[in-house]
Nanobody, 122 residues
């Protein structure tokens, strides 16, 4: 499957952004779609994920209550709604697909989008 992320931009602290990830190809119910981010000089980290079939969601502690992941199965789209953004949320955000079920480690994902930059100013 090929993935393309979009929706990044510059936003002030406290603001909101909605990221989108378009998937081409078949995504199966057992697959897990994730959002990751990578800040300058840091490792890529798991942000949120959703099980494609049943829609169960998972979040990193740092974004719980602020970010919401969702998917539109008919459109093959995954979204990340980001509210109450903080400067520390600044990073390149990636969407990815894991065929291994629930996964937070980057090594368990086999398809990655190109990333979209989110910059949160203070």
């Amino acid at each position: 499957v090929q993935l393309q992320a979009s929706g990044g931009g510059l936003v002030q602290a406290g603001g909101s952004l909605r990221l989108s990830c378009a998937a081409s190809g078949r995504i199966y119910s057992s697959h897990f779609m994730g959002w990751f981010r990578q800040a300058p000089g840091k490792e890529r980290e798991f942000v949120a994920g959703i099980r494609w079939g049943v829609g169960t969601t998972y979040y990193a502690d740092s974004v719980k209550g602020r970010f919401t992941i969702s998917r539109d199965k008919a459109k093959n789209m995954v979204y990340l709604e980001m509210n109450s953004l903080k400067p520390e949320d600044t990073a390149v955000y990636y969407c990815a697909r894991s065929t291994r079920g629930l996964a937070t480690a980057t090594t368990l994902y086999d398809s990655w989008g190109q990333g979209t930059l989110v910059t949160v100013s203070s």
